[in-house]
């Protein structure tokens, strides 16, 4: 059986710091585990702009269809600040996303034991946080018709359009449900039911779907009172349903609670291909972080937590990525810390790649 | 000159309590300062649903129409939750919002010092804090058509519209501007002009708006990226100027920030009337809180300020809103503490007449 592939795009900015250590680590697994992945390189973002003069070629996309998984890294940055809505580097990402069909949006906010302090909230309120939001990805306002701006009399509007079909609202809630049905079965779904029609029809769909599922234990929130109570006590959420809007603005909400954004992984996954592996594509939560970009400090644990969030969902290879988290939380308990993460006294940071290579040593 | 008027709607769940202590307010501030309203009272919400079978009748909105000032208390509860869509109590509340054109929702996000340990951020991070979020309140998403549940194929779609014409961008920016100058001069407006055609236009609008207030420092952000910062370090913000969904969510985030919830007013401001006042609308941020309604024990600080903001707004009377904001923080500053509030050792709780009375004896 030939291996299983993954096409990297490391995009711009901190993108191709970070990911040149998850490369490391993806060899590693090759070298120590037998885990031998073949490995593409691609452009994606501005990355792709300044070559193409499009933010994803056409064979790009191709390849991203045909690949069991996509590792990306980050896209934007202000030298594309002023291109045409239509070239922008997001444009980039949201067409994988769109063509992929990666309805299904993962991103856990965790507090790690070792970084509790860093949070902007009382530690008692986020230490041993750990939610899961999943975000509908391919839909809603992110891709609804129509949408522009328009002339109207002597003056203009801008439309964007808010748009789900039960189909679209039943996918990504039953992959919440699953979910909900490996961790602690409780489930919360966040709209705007009382002000969107759109909302209504998300809850009346989740409330169906969790028929399926007696033991999951459903709540409904307005998503006002959702980011009020992320705020005010996260540690009554497990897995959080929420659409693609909402999901943005929340799940960066929650990612900021943690304190350890320079940490936080997310998957994107889709219908399962022929060989039952869900189309996949796995991005740090962070971004392009532009004013540290090729300074050699940029945080890589996001992006090598992407890889181990691939091998859980794309590679079924659960307790290899357990190993790397593992490590992880190893270099963290013993102090190692890039320069985001600094705030204790006397901690000098250590680079990009260092922070890689003492992963590697723990591994 | 005939007497000022203020309609009053105390609405549902704790909304008639927290009022009943603002018209004590009012009444001392008629016996003692001269300052007298004609005030009358009628329903919204429920409780108008109950009586009429709508949320809000038409007497009542042409009454809002007249008066100088509407105090709002809340509305909503569980016993309403199933009720059809265009009954619901909020939809009384989105009438009033838009039949008299409200375009401008002011909520300060404060943190009372006597009250920092009550946030769940650290103390360092929200002591101090005074954001004052400027929220587009009468279009957007919340009233944009096409809207519904239709029928397309052989399932349902849930649509809503987001939809902003540049004047009604201007009007509010204008506001926020005016505000900022009376500020500290720096205003951040949010959206999401990299994935939403709307936010383009917004964007563009807001800065050309700032032509006109060269001494106001202007910066945008992506509303993912503004939940984030408000997280991290709110400080950072003096004025945000949002949309009507994106304030909805942010200005909920910030007011939990604070950790006084039932402590924060807004006004709901629209163009000026015949006789100068803006068409107004005051209201608590907190809801209707059915869970403790009729119990004595809600806080009337959020309705309390809300009549402050009143003054201030409507009614020119800054150093009287200056007299009764100050009458709050002393009490506060005593230790008096309604059950919302209590954390202290020691401490037992006042009743929402106690507090009421508290503030009256300080005036
Ligand atoms: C970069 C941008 C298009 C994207 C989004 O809005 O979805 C980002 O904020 C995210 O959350 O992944
Ligand atoms: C009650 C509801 C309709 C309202 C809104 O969504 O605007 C509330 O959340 C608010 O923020 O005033």
Redesign the pocket.
Known sequence: MSNPSLLILPGDGIGPEVMAEVRKIIGWFGDKRGLNFDVSEDLVGGAAYDVHGVPLADETMAKAQEVDAVLLGA??GPKYDDLDFSVK??RG??RL?KEMDLFS?LRPAQCFDALADFSSLKKDIVAGLDIMIVRE?TSGV?FGEPRGIFEEGNERVGINTQRYTESEIERVARSAFELAMRRSKKLCSMEKANVMESGILWREVVTRVAKDYPEVELSHMYADNGAMQLVRAPKQFDVILTD?LF??IL??CAAMLTGSLGMLP?ASLGAPMANGRPKALY?P?H?SAPDIAGQGKANPIACILSFAMALRYSFDQGAEADRLEAAVEQVLADGVRTADLLGEEGVTPVSTTEMGAAILAKL
């Open positions: 896209v934007g580097p997001e990402l949201l996303r949006n990805l992110y693609n999901g943005d799940s960066d997310s991005e939560v971004g």
